[in-house]
């Protein structure tokens, strides 16, 4: 088992930034290729971003590409979503999640994070 826990949402205006973080335990985080999903209301979970085991391949939805930037310390077991020029749109409950591989994390990740809130106002 992976326990993920999120943290570092809250409320911003348009155009600020926010860094989300996403701590890990359980399993050797270094074996697990890391992603993050998002939830906005009335809407399905879509993917966000993703990063290889050692951190070096990063994957990105061309909505948050060029904004937002994921990353990894594997001697933290942590997971940092960096998101930049963010816009109301961006606004969703943000989950971090954990699979084998990037096939595994991009459409069904093994495990999720409990989620943590995003709110960008105009």
């Known amino acids: 088992q992976v326990q993920l826990v999120e943290s570092g949402g809250g409320l911003v205006q348009a155009g600020g930034s926010l860094r989300l973080s996403c701590a890990a335990s359980?399993?050797?985080?270094?074996?697990?290729?890391m992603g993050w999903f998002r939830q906005a209301p009335g809407k399905e979970r879509e993917f966000v971003a993703a990063?290889?085991?050692?951190?070096?391949?990063?994957y990105y939805a061309d909505s948050v590409k060029g904004r937002f930037t994921i990353s990894r310390d594997n001697a933290k077991n942590t997971v940092y979503l960096q998101m930049n020029s963010l816009k109301p749109e961006d606004t969703a409950v943000y989950y971090c999640a954990a699979g084998r591989t990037i096939v595994v994390v991009t459409n069904h990740p093994g495990y999720w994070g409990q989620g943590t809130q995003v709110t960008v106002s105009s």
């Open positions: 990063i290889s085991w050692s951190g070096g391949s990063t």
């Open positions: 359980g399993r050797t985080f270094s074996n697990y290729v």
